[in-house]
């Protein structure tokens, strides 16, 4: 982005502050954060981001907007979405389990675990999983304070669920994952009032191996305080990656840790400066790993980290920088990026990140796309006027939209949840948090938000175009 364009950016976002449009989080700027697509329909795909959603139906070439509000995630937006291929679309929030069957046009909270007239029976849903080769089965993990948490179990596709053995009135969970190759493996990590545990299920849910974890691979005055599992490899349900992240005397630090034993032991694996007991301080995003295991990413709220088999000190890549994320889907990495630095929010790449392709770039996006009657068009096409500067889209709303536009071969609709007198405040389950890309979003303070944005944007001018080259 040039100079120019950067303060020209931060001149509309500051005004715009007054009118509070949604809420951007990340600092203040708006990011892609995460890519969602659609099982056995490529051409289907979803980018998370600090203002909502992002839709493209036709493998990247355009792009819709869906609006924060639309999605009715609250005070926590989602981490990751998991896309059926029959169309239905899901997301954990950590205060609900949200969902969608009309391709993200009209979302609901569903009423299991977000009951609109009981208060005592909400649960806060934090892990979401369903193998491939099983669609209609989800796994859900749950982690609210005070009440009975578990991992939960559906063979519809979410239409109902039932609690698995695994459940306790004092533990949460934080996370599950599935085997790709072996759908009867489950890991699920849980936080307890006598430290982390991974649990290991060889039967689909029924009998349970527990792991606890000192992690004797961090630095000895560490005081590790959540673990999730973040991916099983492809081909071997015995080899896993995890995170955990730990205090100490110098601050927040987050270690990415590799299982080869089904989650017995771990160790660290991704060291910037090459020490073995050195972490990431940034806040996490995401971590990726190609097909045969070898190679890790690590994104974090600012970079992307690679290491491959045999190093002992992670590279940090030259490029994304200023936001990160990663996603592998059928032998292609995609890699979240900041458009107001690189001009690209969504690139590929065919050499692990040496070099990019881009795909999308923020201020390509289009209004929203939904039909008539849907929140996807009602809520989302009154706010993008607000919205597109800025991003430095097009602010003008095309003619209205013929009832079936951008949304093909979409299901029913469902009303859009509007909460209830009785329903939870979207907090944070105690005491593990749900995992947080970057940073939660917000309701609050637009000014103070926006504040870092142009801060920043005023530092790169002056470090690129008026401080001397040394």
């Known amino acids: 982005m040039r100079p120019s364009t950067s303060l020209r950016l931060a001149g509309r976002l500051l005004p715009l502050a007054l009118l509070a449009p949604p809420a951007l989080a990340h600092n203040g700027y708006p990011d892609t954060t995460s890519l969602t697509i659609r099982r056995d329909h490529p051409e289907d795909l979803l980018l998370g981001a600090t203002f909502g959603a992002i839709v493209s139906h036709d493998r990247g070439k355009s792009w819709s ?25 899901l997301a ?9 069957k009309d391709q993200g046009c009209t979302w609901s909270k569903h009423p299991f675990f977000t009951p609109p007239r009981a208060r005592d029976k909400v649960l806060w849903p934090i892990g979401l999983a369903s193998p491939a080769s099983n669609p209609a089965r989800l ?39 599935v085997a790709p190759s072996d759908p009867t493996r489950l890991y ?55 995170r955990v992240t730990s205090t100490d005397s110098a601050g927040i630090w987050t270690y990415i840790l590799e299982s080869r034993d089904g989650g017995r032991t771990f160790r660290s694996i991704i060291h910037p400066s090459g020490q073995a007991h050195d972490g990431l301080d940034e806040p996490f995003i995401n971590m990726e790993v190609s097909a045969d295991g070898d190679t890790a990413w690590a994104a974090t709220q600012t970079r992307l980290f690679r290491v491959r088999a045999g190093e002992t000190r992670a590279t940090m890549l030259a490029l994304p920088d200023g936001n990160a994320c990663a996603e592998r889907h059928d032998g292609t990495l995609y890699v979240c990026g900041a458009s107001r630095l690189h001009d690209w929010a969504l690139a590929t790449t065919s050499d692990d990140g040496d070099s990019y392709t881009p795909l999308f770039n923020l201020p390509d ?15 989302c096409r009154s706010r993008w006027p607000q919205f597109a500067p800025t991003i430095e889209a097009d602010p003008t709303l095309p003619s ?4 079936d ?32 890309k970057g940073c939660a979003a917000t309701d609050g303070a637009p000014l103070l938000l926006l504040a870092p944005l142009v801060l920043g944007l005023s530092r790169r001018f002056r470090r690129t175009h008026l401080e001397p080259t040394p």
């Not at 695994?166 to 934080?174: A, F, G, N, Q, R």
């Not at 029924?206 to 673990?227: E, G, K, M, Q």
Request: hydrophobic share 25%.
């Open 65 to 89: 907007w869906l609006c924060p509000e639309a999605l009715s995630y609250g005070g926590w937006r989602p981490e990751t979405y998991l896309w059926q291929p029959e169309g239905t679309l």
């Open 92 to 100: 954990v929030t950590g205060s609900d389990l949200i969902v969608s």
């Open 139 to 177: 796994w859900v993990t749950t982690g609210r304070s005070g009440t009975t948490n578990g991992l939960y179990r559906s063979d519809d596709n979410g239409e109902t669920f039932t609690l698995t053995s695994l459940s306790s009135d004092t533990d949460v969970y934080p996370s599950v994952k």
């Open 188 to 242: 699920v990590s849980a936080s307890t009032p006598d430290g982390l545990r991974i649990h290991r299920s060889d039967d689909e849910g029924l009998t349970w191996t527990t792991y606890a974890h000192p992690f004797a691979d961090l630095p000895t005055n560490s005081r590790p305080y959540d673990l999730f599992v973040l991916r099983v490899a492809d081909h071997d349900p015995d080899r896993l990656w995890a």
């Open 365 to 379: 996006m289009k209004p929203p796309a939904c039909p008539a009657g849907t929140p996807g068009h009602d809520i």
């Open 400 to 403: 209205e939209l013929p009832p």
């Open 405 to 436: 536009a951008g949304v093909p071969d979409a299901g029913p609709s469902e009303p859009p949840d509007a909460g209830g007198p009785d329903s939870p405040e979207p907090t944070p389950p105690a005491p593990t948090p749900p995992p947080k």
